[in-house]
């Protein structure tokens, strides 16, 4: 099936230094790729869309020169963390949209990353 | 974008069969209906999906109501593996965006 490779699978970094997650379609290519943050207990929040070629989409409330996001190839999206401070801590974790997906019928929905716990410390 | 509705929590005992509800009362007549779970410190695994019939495979059942406003995942012998988050999601037209709602959370009791 799908796979997508999300790394690291977990970093913890200083206060005020960037740090980048990749994430990677191992099998197909991907159009679009999302990027979510988790809280603790709570649910997934949409972070932005990032498709190939083109500027991210980020949602209401994202800061997007915080949150620094590359999708220069179809199987390769980057989020890079910039200036961190604690409250940055979370679970980020990022999903792709193969390209043969021509419509609402998926074959098998997209394919999520295992995700990558950052600590800011 | 259509919302969901999922019951916080729900226990099962092992080996019985889980029920669970969701309601996509908004939900448009082309937006397929996702579900998946989340164990704990995982990215989300994809389970089921459908339209309006009724849908099976080696995971769990789905099944939707004729309005389409609600369905039900069904997972036939819960194990305790099973114990997850389980998300049911629409997708946004247009975006192709999943926006999750709160999910329910799922403990299979031994």
């Known amino acids: 099936g799908a796979v997508v490779s999300q790394h690291p699978s977990w970093v913890i970094c200083k206060s005020g230094t960037s740090v980048k997650i990749e994430c990677r379609s191992l099998?197909?290519?991907?159009?679009?790729m999302f990027w979510y943050r988790q809280f603790p207990k709570q649910s997934l929040m949409l972070m932005a869309t990032?498709?190939?070629?083109?500027?991210?989409?980020?949602e209401q409330g994202v800061e997007k020169d915080k949150f620094l996001i590359n999708h220069a190839s179809l199987t390769l999206s980057t989020l890079t963390v910039t200036s961190a401070h604690p409250e940055d801590s979370s679970f980020y974790i990022c999903?792709?949209?193969?390209?043969?997906?021509?419509?609402?019928?998926?074959?098998?929905?997209?394919?999520f990353g295992s995700g990558t716990r950052l600590t800011v410390v | 974008d259509a919302k969901t509705t999922q019951p916080t929590s729900m226990d099962c005992a092992e080996g019985r069969a889980a029920n669970l509800p969701c309601n996509h009362s908004t939900i448009s007549g082309n937006e397929y209906v996702y579900w998946y779970r989340q164990i704990h410190s995982q990215g989300p695994q994809y389970i089921i999906h459908g339209l309006k019939n009724n849908e099976t495979n080696e995971m769990a059942s789905l099944i939707i109501t004729e309005d389409r406003k609600s369905s039900t995942l069904i997972l036939p012998h819960a194990t305790l593996r099973d114990t997850a988050v389980y998300y049911c999601i629409v997708r946004s037209r247009g975006t192709y965006k999943y926006i999750f709602g709160t999910g329910t959370r799922l403990k299979v009791l031994a």
């Open positions: 990032s498709n190939e070629g083109s500027k991210a989409t980020y």
């Open positions: 999903s792709a949209r193969d390209i043969d997906d021509r419509g609402p019928e998926l074959r098998g929905g997209y394919t």
């Open positions: 099998d197909f290519q991907a159009t679009t």
